[in-house]
Structure formats: structure tokens, C-alpha cells
């Protein structure tokens, strides 16, 4: 990760975004606001209460007016996926308090999760810089890995943020050349390594114990760790942009984004998001039967073998103490008298404290700010559990 | 008992309730759910096999169903699951037999658990 400077004149300090939430300067050109917008301050409270309040109407016409029904005008904001997508000032405005940043340019799916999940997409905008910037391994060989993921899942998007992370890298168009026509690494370690991202993207639980031992004992366990949540990333983030059908943010894929927002005072609980129930009833009902052949390949009874065969397997790495642990991590978020007995949370804390808890903190603020029903999560992840053939 | 199941315990599940819902999503009749989570079900299960056919009508249903902030949740949630089980494919751990994710109980209350057992 390349160390933080506050004099570097690319990075914005707090002040530019707690006191002007839109931006005067061009794209591109981000610089600490003019006395002249400092005069016109702003509570960024009140700024967020107003661009909500603006979103929501604008939601609430949409939804309720057919497409042109406003004498054919185009919406200020584009759609995709019939989702609004921000412009960079009014998503930042509805982010929490930054305290540095890099650029003013947000990802594109950014500027679409802010309206409806502000923490959240700040949480994601650090975990996504850390991910990207990653040297827990060869950074060539990452940029690598998530390009194969990323045509694996054919994300068009993340094929060519991996593209640029692998020139950043010191990569070259040789290299993406021949990822392109499919060659699978020059050294065993980089087949393994590349075979290895596209069966945790293609068909997870296909993975041998060989595969893994391999990638160990050439690379030792902390590494091997951070590829796991490598791919494991990759395929969070590529699905949640083929969702959106989040396109390339013009000018080409940005940089990632160094971000870091204020912590919420301690005595402050965020409340979750609102959440308006649809204005109307859905015009068609969900189909009642799951339409997969392969579906009912497995009983109930199979199934709770197929777990029960899993309390009795080795694993694959070692899974820290808590008290060894807890050693790197901040003790307001993970108290010493509060052990973790979640095996896969030890590993990922023990063995790689900076990309495991940004990805726990993206859970717990997600959590918080959409206030789903915990029955109705848990029953969606184990139809994708099922669906995936991960018996955990 | 996997991960999932430990999640619907922490939900308010008994284990009664925890099993049947899960031999109902087990069978390809899901008629007893809401439609609204059918369509979400649907979507994740598809979105886990072909993420890449995944489109604007995809997205619509569940914009249908929850209303489009709503809709945005269960899409990260789904998305979600994915980092989830990537992590427990590629270090395929033990399972736990307990339920790590409720807190432990207190000393007292474990140690009435066998008498509350016999009594039954």
C-alpha cells in the first residue's frame, strides 16, 4: 500500500468535504475550496437531509409515472437496472464525514449504492481500496488472478479495472495479451495460482486439498489466505456489478480510491435506512417451483450428511488463537474480553488483520443500515449455499 | 447444523422450525413462502449459477417486490453470500458443533442445561 502523505496535493483533507459537499473543481482537479465557498457553508447534515429528500421524491415519481410521462424528459441522474446512479457531488454528500480522499471521482457503483446505503458504500470504498492495493502477494500476479475471475464471471467492468491494476503494477500489454488468448501461466506456481482463481470463481467446492497444499508450501499460509479473500471479493464485487450493470466510468477505469472516513462519535447508533414499501403491487406473482434439474439432486437427509461430513474434515490452514488473533486488530471493534469462536473469522483476522476486518466491517455496517429480517437473509444464503454445493 | 442454520438459530429459529424450513427449500416446491421471497430466492440461485445473465428484468422483479431500496439490499446481500462461501471453500474448515455465533452462555445457565436435558 503506498504510504499516505497529507501534503501530497491529490489528497483532499476533511475540510474540503465537511464544509463544501459540492465540488467547484473540475474533474480531475480536486483542490481545497476558495474562501469564497468556504462562506457558503453548509451543514452536511442538512445537505444529506436535502439530497435524501430530493432522491426520494424523485424515486417516488419514477416508480409511480411511466417512462416519458414527464413530457418525455430525460431524468437528471442516469438510471441503470432501474436503479439511479448519482453524480459524484450529491454521492458524496450523502457519505459520512471523509477525513481524506484521494479524488473527487467515485466509482460508478458507488454513486449507485450511496443513495440507499451511504455507510455501507464508505465501508466498501475502503475495503475496495485495500483490495485493489493489496501486496499480501505478488501484486502482478493478483491483478492476474482478478482478471481471470473477472472473465469467469464475464464482468466487462472488472476486466478492465484488473487491466489497469496490472499495468499500475508493473505489468505489461504483453501480459494482458496473452490473458486474453488464454494462456494459463509461464511457472507451475503461476498455472496453480491462475487455475486456482478461475475454480474459486467457476465451481468453489471443486478445489482439492492438493490445490491449496500446493499454493502453501510455495507460498506459505498468510499469503494463500489473501488469495482466498481475493477471489472471495471478486466474486462479491462482480456480481454486485453485473447487478447494476455498472459500465466503465468514462475516460477508463479509476484509480482505486484512497479514502478514509471519520469514525461515528461513540455515543452515536446510527439508525438503519429508510425503506418505503413498493407504491404499487407487484404486477406478477414469483414462479412457485425452482426450475433446476439439478435441484433435487440432493434430499434433506443428503444434505445434512454432506454437513455433517464437513465437523469431521482437516482443514487447510491453521486457524489462529484469540488471543493471537486479536494481537493486530483495533480492541474498540474487537474487544479482548469478547473472544471470536468463528473459525473462518480467526483465520481471516489472524492471518491477513487488514483485508479480513474491512470485509467484517462492510458486514457489521451493512447489517446496521439495512435492518433486513435475519430469517429471510440467512434462508437466501443457504439457497446459495445449496446452490453452490458449499456444505459449511 | 451449518453456518446457515447456526444463523437462523441466532434469527429466533428453534431447531423444529430451522429444519423445516430447510427441507422446504430442499424440495423444488417453494409455493409456502411469500412471493416476494420467492423472487429473491429465485434471483440468488440464478445469480450463484449465471451471474452473468443476470439483467434489467432480473432486477426489475425484485424492484417489483421490495421497492427499489429493498430490492438494493437483497442484491448486496446475495452478493454477499459469495464472498461468504468462497472463504469456506477455499479453507474448508471444520465445522463448528456448537453455535459459535450465539454468545456463550453464562457459567450458571450451562451448567443447569444437563438437568433441564433429564428432565425431559
Known amino acids: 500500500m503506498p504510504p499516505r502523505n497529507p501534503e501530497n496535493s491529490s489528497h483532499v483533507r476533511s475540510t474540503a468535504f465537511r464544509r463544501t459537499p459540492r465540488f467547484a473543481a473540475s474533474p480531475g482537479c480536486f483542490t481545497q475550496p476558495s474562501a469564497g465557498a468556504r462562506s457558503n457553508f453548509v451543514p452536511p447534515a442538512l445537505v444529506r437531509f436535502t439530497v435524501a429528500v430530493v432522491l426520494l421524491v424523485c424515486t417516488?415519481?419514477?416508480?409511480?409515472?411511466p417512462a416519458g410521462a414527464a413530457g418525455?424528459?430525460?431524468?437528471?441522474?442516469?438510471?441503470?437496472?432501474?436503479?439511479?446512479?448519482?453524480?459524484?457531488?450529491d454521492a458524496w454528500a450523502l457519505l459520512p464525514e471523509v477525513e481524506d480522499a484521494s479524488s473527487r471521482r467515485l466509482p460508478v457503483w458507488a454513486r449507485a449504492l450511496a443513495g440507499s446505503l451511504p455507510r455501507t458504500t464508505a465501508a466498501m470504498l475502503e475495503l475496495d481500496y485495500l483490495y485493489r492495493t493489496s501486496d499480501a502477494f505478488d501484486r502482478k500476479l493478483r491483478a492476474r488472478m482478478r482478471w481471470v475471475a473477472a472473465r469467469a464471471n464475464r464482468c466487462e467492468y472488472s476486466r478492465a479495472v484488473a487491466e489497469a491494476d496490472l499495468l499500475a503494477a508493473g505489468g505489461t500489454r504483453q501480459d494482458i495479451e496473452q490473458l486474453a488468448a488464454g494462456a494459463t501461466g509461464s511457472t507451475p506456481l503461476d498455472r496453480a495460482a491462475l487455475s486456482f482463481a478461475r475454480k474459486?470463481?467457476?465451481?468453489?467446492?471443486?478445489?482439492?486439498?492438493?490445490?491449496?497444499?500446493?499454493?502453501?508450501?510455495?507460498?506459505?499460509?498468510?499469503?494463500?489466505?489473501?488469495?482466498?479473500?481475493?477471489?472471495?471479493?471478486?466474486n462479491f464485487q462482480d456480481r454486485l456489478l453485473i447487478s447494476?450493470?455498472?459500465?466503465?466510468?468514462?475516460?477508463?477505469?479509476?484509480?482505486?480510491?484512497?479514502?478514509?472516513?471519520?469514525?461515528?462519535?461513540?455515543?452515536?447508533?446510527?439508525?438503519?435506512?429508510?425503506?418505503?414499501?413498493?407504491?404499487?403491487?407487484?404486477?406478477?406473482?414469483?414462479?412457485?417451483?425452482?426450475?433446476?434439474?439439478?435441484?433435487?439432486?440432493?434430499?434433506?437427509?443428503?444434505?445434512?450428511?454432506?454437513?455433517?461430513?464437513?465437523?469431521?474434515?482437516?482443514?487447510?490452514?491453521?486457524?489462529?488463537?484469540?488471543?493471537?488473533?486479536?494481537?493486530?486488530?483495533d480492541p474498540k471493534l474487537y474487544p479482548p474480553d469478547r473472544p471470536v469462536r468463528i473459525k473462518w473469522s480467526l483465520v481471516v483476522l489472524g492471518h491477513q488483520p487488514r483485508l479480513g476486518p474491512a470485509w467484517i466491517k462492510c458486514l457489521r455496517t451493512f447489517g446496521r443500515e439495512a435492518n433486513q429480517d435475519r430469517v429471510f437473509e440467512e434462508t437466501l444464503f443457504w439457497v446459495i449455499t445449496r446452490s453452490l454445493q458449499c456444505f459449511y | 447444523m451449518g453456518h446457515t442454520e447456526m444463523l437462523l438459530a441466532v434469527a429466533g429459529l428453534d431447531s423444529a422450525k430451522i429444519a423445516e424450513r430447510c427441507e422446504k427449500l430442499a424440495g423444488e416446491d417453494w409455493s409456502e413462502f411469500p412471493p416476494a421471497e420467492r423472487a429473491a430466492?429465485?434471483?440468488?440461485?440464478?445469480?450463484?449459477?449465471?451471474?452473468?445473465?443476470?439483467?434489467?428484468?432480473?432486477?426489475?422483479?425484485?424492484?417489483?417486490?421490495?421497492?427499489?431500496?429493498?430490492a438494493l439490499d437483497v442484491i448486496w446481500w446475495s452478493c454477499r453470500c459469495h464472498y461468504m462461501t468462497r472463504v469456506a471453500d477455499g479453507f474448508q474448515l471444520p465445522l463448528e458443533r456448537e453455535n459459535v455465533f450465539q454468545a456463550p452462555k453464562p457459567p450458571a445457565e450451562a451448567a443447569e442445561e444437563p438437568k433441564k436435558e433429564e428432565s425431559k
Open chain 1, 60 to 65: 417516488s415519481l419514477t416508480c409511480s409515472a
Open chain 1, 72 to 89: 418525455g424528459e430525460e431524468p437528471a441522474a442516469p438510471a441503470t437496472r432501474g436503479l439511479p446512479v448519482l453524480d459524484d457531488d
Open chain 1, 200 to 234: 474459486m470463481t467457476l465451481a468453489a467446492s471443486t478445489v482439492t486439498d492438493e490445490e491449496v497444499s500446493y499454493l502453501i508450501e510455495e507460498l506459505g499460509e498468510r499469503p494463500v489466505v489473501a488469495m482466498v479473500l481475493q477471489m472471495a471479493y471478486a
Open chain 1, 244 to 329: 447494476l450493470g455498472s459500465e466503465i466510468e468514462p475516460g477508463g477505469p479509476l484509480p482505486p480510491l484512497e479514502v478514509h472516513f471519520a469514525a461515528p462519535p461513540p455515543d452515536q447508533k446510527p439508525e438503519p435506512a429508510a425503506r418505503p414499501a413498493p407504491i404499487e403491487p407487484a404486477p406478477e406473482s414469483a414462479p412457485q417451483k425452482i426450475a433446476d434439474s439439478d435441484w433435487k439432486s440432493l434430499n434433506f437427509l443428503q444434505l445434512q450428511e454432506r454437513m455433517e461430513a464437513q465437523r469431521s474434515r482437516s482443514g487447510r490452514v491453521s486457524v489462529p488463537t484469540w488471543e493471537s488473533a486479536r494481537r493486530e486488530l
Open chain 2, 41 to 70: 430466492y429465485l434471483f440468488a440461485h440464478k445469480q450463484a449459477k449465471t451471474p452473468w445473465d443476470i439483467g434489467a428484468a432480473d432486477v426489475q422483479k425484485l424492484i417489483d417486490q421490495f421497492g427499489r431500496e429493498r
